[in-house]
């Protein structure tokens, strides 16, 4: 297979890759150039100003693209694969998009299911990375990719089996922004001892089953009780979240978990998940691009 150009192109940032025939990355670049950023539809405009020059120096290079790049809100619109998909599935499912110079970018698309509740549920770019995660890998594992909307997936013999979104991230937003609590917040949040020490407070709170609106209030009046110090009141707050995201996510899982992602978020994850009796390991930040690189390896053999 010819050289690679991967893009995982997400809703606030923008990452690509320049792959050698054999997957391994020679280049990359990361910009806060999400779709977001994208104005008029202009998103030929937006890749030739972010790698430009690499499409210019390797013409012949495949450009393969993941995330929400491939939404409604993106280049265009790819159906979701549904079902247990593997490789294949996805890649049969990837879409077309053609340059005015005739060039061809391909886009992955995103998978759907019903969870656990029987409610639909929807992913764009995490079922790539996880793909890069699980190549070649035989029986279950389990997957949490942190953030705004946190994913938990399934994945059995390299097969996305199911997966369930937690709105963890934006509630987190919502509360410390739009609501009483935080007018109590006078702390930003931080990694050292105490901070951590509250967060392993609200953790608990949540292990120990507290009702999740009653224990939103309990930040409030534990603050005006002087139960916890205001500067640390985010931190309980966030604690008292990810471990009811964590509870109610692994009711019915009890091995290992693979994180996906970087930051101070993934830390607190996995900190969350000790406290509940698991055990995290973190993945490869680049799955994306190890993802995409299979997923291009297969176009040529389904069609």
Known sequence: MASLIAIDWGTTSFRAYRLSGQGEIIEKRQSASGILAVKDDRFAEMLVSQIGDWMEAEPDARIVMSGM??????WREIDYVTGQPGIGEIAAGMGRVALADGRTLWLAPGYSCRNGHGLPDVMRGEETQ???????????????LPGTHSKWVSVADSRLTGFTTFMTGEVFDVM????????LMTGAGGNGEEAQAW????????KAGIPLLSGFFGVRARALFAEIPEAYTKDYLSGLLIGHEIRDARKDQKGDVTLIGSGHLIGLYGRAI??????????????????????????????
């Open 69 to 74: 790049i491939g939404s409604r809100q993106g």
């Open 130 to 144: 996880i793909l890069g995660a699980c190549a070649g890998l035989r029986g279950e594992q389990t997957y949490c």
């Open 176 to 183: 410390c922004r739009h609501s009483i609590l935080g007018r």
């Open 199 to 206: 967060f392993d407070d609200g953790v608990q709170k949540a």
């Open 274 to 303: 000790a406290a509940f009796g698991g055990v995290a390991t973190l993945a490869n930040e680049d799955l994306a691009a190890v993802g995409l690189f299979q997923l291009a390896g297969q176009l040529d053999s389904n069609r």
